[in-house]
């Protein structure tokens, strides 16, 4: 899978390598002979593996050495000597970044945010959290769930993702378009510079117009200015009423009318709506063998998500939504979860196509905001660029499996994946950098939420001009001068 994943990138040879002294010197920082062997492995055993690999296994880096401290004094102290000793490190969370970010491309180190896993305080009039960065997502949400509040962010990777990850990388989600993005609902951070600063800017108020908003900085970095030790968010209600609808179209004109009368119909209680096309489902029948809710075959699906106070009046309303977009003949045929069971079995329609589509071989993700009217275009040009190549096609000879496209509909997000029998030079070079023209000419984002990592890292020119990345390298250098936070990621 890896041998070629990074063709055009040299070990700096300015960074040190480590030494056994340094690896002493580690021991010692993190404390007590129990402690470290949590806190320090320097086997290259299958221990290490997992923080070499990414979740796709695409991305396969070389690091000796990881590090779990468990505060902010402890990543300051190992950053220090890292920085003096130039010592490239990677942070790195739960390792369920897409583009390849939270993984070494050679020997850097990699500081594991695993230990650092409490809950700091919760005050339930304001609904502001403050955790430690490596708690576990569905972990704060379930803290918060037991104090009728929520943790404004969810994705499929909850399981395993860490808050401190989420921030770093601004992930976005399935509720985006109810709660907002992470740099409003984020109040304030604590990170940690290369030079061991500790930046206390974990401030707990809602309004805070003293200067520059310096945390914003840290909200979607991805590791490549400083390591963030914990957060403090803004966290809303429980919503007392979840529902859910599924629902199949005929075509991408209808799925823009559906998500209008979403809009205008539920509009205070709509909390999600998700799209799904038809290639997409059948991935998800095929890996789960699970029956499709709908009798019919649709070329679209969507789920709209209710969050409200009352449950008989949002059902009311999300009833008589899917029965008024049906009457006009905009919607084909649709269901309503009616209990949490069909509730979590109508998500995972939609939250299961990336792990459905990594049993295929391996994906080309490409994670694009474009205009409304214009998303789904994205997957059949792609899908007609490579029947024309002659690279898709139904039996084994031809490399690519799947072209799918899903996403956040009511983020203007598409996820359009490629799902090869494995990772091959040919389809990359059909698709890139066609794929970002096409998304430069609409004035898209070439990453609306992934970020950018190793993966995108060439390529940030499509969505950014000149000026934006000279200015992002200017600060760059201000907060890491001797390069060792994330190197050869995409600054
Ligand atoms: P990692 O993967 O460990 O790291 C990601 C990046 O952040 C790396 O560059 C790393 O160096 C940096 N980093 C991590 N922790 C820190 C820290 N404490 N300080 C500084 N830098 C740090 N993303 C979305 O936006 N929306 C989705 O809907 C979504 N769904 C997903 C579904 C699945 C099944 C999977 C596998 C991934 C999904 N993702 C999604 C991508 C991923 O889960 C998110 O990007 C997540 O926020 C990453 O968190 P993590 O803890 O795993 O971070
Ligand atoms: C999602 O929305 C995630 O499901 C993952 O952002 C998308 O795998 C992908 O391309
Ligand atoms: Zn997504």
């Given at each position: 899978f890896t041998s070629d994943a990074y063709p055009n990138l040299k070990r700096n040879p300015n960074f040190a390598e480590i030494s056994a002294e340094d690896v002493a010197h580690f021991k010692e920082l993190l404390g007590s002979q129990s402690a470290v062997i949590d806190g320090v492995?320097?086997?290259?055993?299958?221990?290490?593996e997992p923080f070499n690999s990414d979740w796709m296994r695409k991305y396969r880096g070389h690091t000796r050495l990881v590090l779990k401290p468990q505060n902010a004094q402890e990543v300051s102290k190992v950053l220090k000597y890292c920085n003096e000793r130039k010592l490239a490190v990677v942070p790195q969370g739960g390792n369920t970044g897409l583009v390849g970010g939270s993984v070494?491309?050679?020997?850097?180190?990699v500081i594991n945010t695993s230990r650092m896993n409490q809950i700091r305080s919760f005050d339930a009039a304001s609904g502001v959290l403050v955790a430690d960065a490596g708690v576990i997502l569905e972990t704060a949400d379930q803290y918060l769930a037991e104090r009728e509040h929520l943790f404004p962010l969810d994705l499929g990777a909850k399981g395993s993702c860490h808050i401190g990850g989420n921030v770093s990388t601004n992930a976005g989600g399935l509720r985006l378009l109810r709660y907002g993005s992470l740099h409003g609902s984020v109040l304030g951070l604590e990170a940690v510079l290369p030079d061991g600063t500790i930046v206390d800017a974990l401030s707990t108020l809602r309004k805070n117009n003293t200067g520059y908003d310096l945390k914003q900085l840290f909200i979607g970095s991805e590791g490549t200015i400083g390591l963030v030790t914990a957060v403090s968010i803004q966290c809303p209600p429980r919503p007392k009423a979840v529902n859910v609808a599924y629902f199949g179209l005929e075509s991408f004109e209808q799925v823009q009318q559906a998500y209008l009368a979403a809009k205008g119909q539920l509009s205070e209680i709509l909390s999600a709506f998700e799209l799904m096309d038809g290639r997409s489902q059948k991935l998800v029948i095929e890996s789960t063998g699970n029956k499709h809710p709908l009798e019919g075959e649709y070329p679209f699906y969507c789920l709209v998500e209710t969050s409200g106070s009352n449950a008989e009046h949002d059902m009311a309303k999300l009833e008589s939504f899917l029965e008024s977009v049906m009457g006009d003949g905009i919607v084909a045929d649709g269901?309503?979860?009616?209990?949490?069971?069909?509730?979590?079995a109508l998500w995972r329609w939609r939250e299961g196509i990336t792990e459905s589509l990594s049993h295929l071989g391996g994906t080309y993700k490409y994670d694009v905001s474009i205009p409304l009217a214009d998303l789904y275009l994205l997957v059949e040009d792609c899908k007609a660029r490579l029947t024309e190549k002659g690279l898709v096609g139904d039996d084994d000879s031809?490399?690519?499996?799947?072209?799918?496209?899903?996403?956040?509909?009511?983020?203007?997000?598409?996820?359009?994946n490629v799902a090869v029998r494995q990772y091959n030079k040919e389809v990359e070079k059909a698709i890139e950098p066609w794929v970002y023209?096409?998304?430069?000419?609409?004035?898209?984002s070439i990453s609306a939420e992934h970020g950018l990592g190793v993966a995108k890292r060439e390529f940030i020119g499509?969505?950014?001009?000149?000026?934006?990345?000279?200015l992002m390298k200017q600060l760059k250098n201000l907060y890491d001068p001797n390069g060792i936070m994330n190197p050869y990621k995409y600054i």
């Open positions: 492995t320097t086997d290259a055993t299958d221990d290490i070494p491309v050679f020997d850097e180190i269901v309503l979860a009616q209990d949490e069971t069909q509730f979590q031809f490399p690519v499996r799947a072209v799918v496209g899903y996403g956040h509909m009511g983020d203007s997000n598409l996820h359009l023209e096409w998304i430069q000419k609409r004035q898209g499509y969505s950014q001009n000149e000026t934006m990345v000279k």
